[in-house]
């Protein structure tokens, strides 16, 4: 599913216009009609409630004035408040109010000279609420009587619907413009936005549903759009159900370097994570004297002991054995639990120039790496990082704030200046590929906020790499299968009490769900 910018959806409605020849009083009307069903299934007795439209001047009002019209018209009280004078309405906005006006739609005019309270009672006393005032094309801060009809808004009790966007929200990134609606539920018009996505923008949207007003598809590929939202309809596209010869040789044999005294349970995690998405063979790079812990903890993956510095991680001596045991294999994990030891950072180092399989880099390799970032180039294969909000800080010399508040940005531009993929963990995680491809993972719950669960993800994105999927494709399944898996075991049921390893035990069911979509051989 494709997610747009402000700017892209203005230029996208502006060519169904004028290329297609589909005319804009058509667009509302699909939209109207598609968000009005929406708005019926979530609020079943929204008919029965006194509704009111709140509306501003510009063409997000014109889809209130048509959803005032189709609800006054299935015998719903609908009334509808203008925070501007009707002649400010231009085009298909003013269409739609001079049919509800005909109607006989109750319409009041704000008067911003008058009372508030008195007018304000007009909105109060409603069952439900439609935010049509501001749209996807505000750019400056919301002030005046915007403002504070949106922070009584907040107060209310009642189901708030926002039409496309909620009001004050900035369509692009998700921040509030000085003040936003919080909705209960949004109703998009033909694409999502940046901004129903991005913390903290998916938190006013609330639940989320695209009307398709009629933009046809190949105008939208023509645009040459490269970010998506990950759901299982795009991920199950590059998932091919396995050949039924298929043997453990041919799945692929991924190599792991995790693990540290006290850390045993994140190279468990990882291989875990490999194998359950999949791979054929896996193998474990451990410290010697953490040999026979893991052999315990450990079934179907393999260890190989290697020399260890004196606090028990992994050692620079194990350079050309590792290196030597990496030949021919298809893909190569390393970070959680290995430790900060200086030998082991010049390990990292090393294994970054000299590896020739594809890697996922994670936790203290990204750390290691943090004082020396322009290493990233000097690597002789693909590379994936996966950093939560404080290894990314890190690795740009900057603050959790500065990441959190530009995720997209920063994943892209990291991306592109490194040449690597860069998975940005976190609520809605970023996937960023060098060649502009960017997608943000629809699946996970907040109950993944627990140690383990980012070793897991790294061991999955490793397994799809093992099996040849292109390491942009193999972190987008990695991230939205862990999300998933999550959600089945979980989502809906508690924010608490998932475990890393229980999401290991749904991997399967997901990934045959997306088998299925993709059609069984």
């Known amino acids: 599913m494709l997610v747009l910018t402000a700017s892209e959806m203005a230029r996208m409605d502006r060519r169904t216009i004028e290329e297609i020849g589909i005319p804009g009083i058509v667009l509302m009307e699909n939209a109207a009609r598609g968000a009005a069903a929406f708005f019926i299934e979530v609020v079943p007795d929204l008919l029965t409630r006194r509704i009111a439209v709140v509306a501003g001047s510009g063409n997000n009002a014109g889809d209130g004035f048509a959803l005032a019209r189709i609800f006054h018209g299935k015998g719903a009280s609908v009334s509808v408040v203008c925070l501007r004078p009707p002649a400010r309405l231009q085009g298909d906005a003013l269409?739609?109010?001079?049919?509800?006006?005909?109607?006989?739609?109750?319409?009041?005019?704000?008067d911003d000279a008058a009372d508030f309270d008195a007018q304000w009672q007009w909105i109060r006393e409603s069952g439900a609420v439609i935010d049509a005032m501001l749209g996807t094309g505000l750019k400056s801060e919301v002030q005046g009587i915007y403002r504070r009809v949106i922070e009584n808004l907040n107060a209310l009790t009642v189901p708030i619907l926002a039409v496309d966007l909620p009001s004050g929200l900035d369509a692009s990134n998700g921040k509030p413009l000085g003040a936003a609606v919080r909705s209960s539920v949004t109703a998009t018009f033909g694409f999502l936005k940046i901004g129903h996505l991005l913390e903290p923008g998916s938190e006013y949207a609330g639940r989320i549903e695209v009307v398709d007003i009629g933009i046809p598809p190949a105008l939208a590929a023509s645009e040459g759009i490269n970010r998506r939202l990950l759901d299982e309809e795009s991920?199950?596209?590059?998932?091919?159900?396995?050949?039924?010869?298929?043997?453990?040789?041919?799945?692929?044999?991924?190599?792991?370097?995790?693990?540290?005294?006290?850390?045993?349970?994140?190279?468990?995690?990882?291989?875990?994570?490999?194998?359950?998405?999949?791979?054929?063979?896996?193998?474990?790079?451990?410290?010697?004297s953490l040999n026979a812990i893991l052999e315990v903890k450990l079934t179907e993956a393999m260890t190989l002991p290697i020399p260890e510095t004196v606090d028990r991680s992994p050692a620079h001596g194990?350079?050309?054995?590792?290196?030597?045991?990496?030949?021919?294999?298809?893909?190569?994990?390393?970070?959680?639990?290995?430790?900060?030891?200086?030998?082991?950072?010049?390990?990292?180092?090393?294994?970054?120039?000299?590896?020739?399989?594809?890697?996922?880099?994670?936790?203290?390799?990204?750390?290691?790496?943090?004082?020396?970032?322009?290493?990233?180039?000097?690597?002789?294969?693909?590379?994936?990082?996966?950093?939560?909000?404080?290894?990314?800080?890190?690795?740009?010399?900057?603050?959790?704030?500065?990441?959190?508040?530009?995720?997209?940005?920063?994943?892209?531009?990291?991306?592109?200046?490194?040449?690597?993929?860069?998975?940005?963990?976190?609520?809605?995680?970023?996937?960023?590929?060098?060649?502009?491809?960017?997608?943000?993972?629809?699946?996970?719950?907040?109950?993944?906020?627990?140690?383990?669960?980012?070793?897991?993800?790294?061991?999955?994105?490793?397994?799809?790499?093992g099996q040849g999927i292109e390491p942009f494709r193999a972190a987008c399944l990695g991230a939205y299968v862990h999300g998933a898996a999550a959600d089945r075991r979980i989502g809906g049921v508690s924010t608490r009490g998932l475990l890393a390893s229980d999401v290991l035990e749904e991997i399967p069911a997901v990934i045959g769900r997306l088998e299925t979509l993709k059609g069984r051989p």
């Open 318 to 465: 194990a350079l050309e054995e590792i290196l030597d045991f990496l030949e021919g294999k298809q893909a190569f994990a390393m970070g959680p639990g290995i430790s900060l030891h200086p030998e082991t950072k010049a390990l990292v180092k090393d294994l970054l120039r000299k590896v020739r399989c594809p890697m996922v880099l994670d936790a203290d390799a990204l750390t290691a790496l943090s004082d020396e970032p322009d290493l990233l180039r000097a690597a002789s294969a693909p590379l994936i990082l996966t950093p939560h909000p404080g290894e990314m800080a890190r690795l740009v010399h900057g603050s959790v704030r500065l990441v959190q508040d530009n995720r997209v940005e920063m994943a892209s531009e990291f991306s592109r200046k490194y040449g690597v993929i860069l998975l940005l963990k976190g609520h809605r995680t970023i996937i960023a590929a060098p060649d502009g491809r960017l997608a943000i993972n629809g699946a996970g719950n907040p109950a993944m906020a627990t140690g383990g669960m980012g070793d897991t993800l790294t061991g999955m994105i490793a397994g799809f790499l």
């Open 235 to 288: 991920v199950s596209a590059w998932l091919e159900p396995r050949s039924c010869f298929a043997h453990k040789g041919s799945a692929g044999h991924v190599a792991v370097l995790s693990g540290s005294l006290g850390k045993t349970g994140a190279a468990t995690l990882i291989c875990g994570g490999a194998a359950r998405v999949g791979a054929g063979l896996v193998t474990l790079f451990v410290p010697e």
């Open 95 to 110: 269409t739609n109010f001079q049919i509800i006006e005909k109607m006989g739609v109750p319409i009041h005019v704000w």
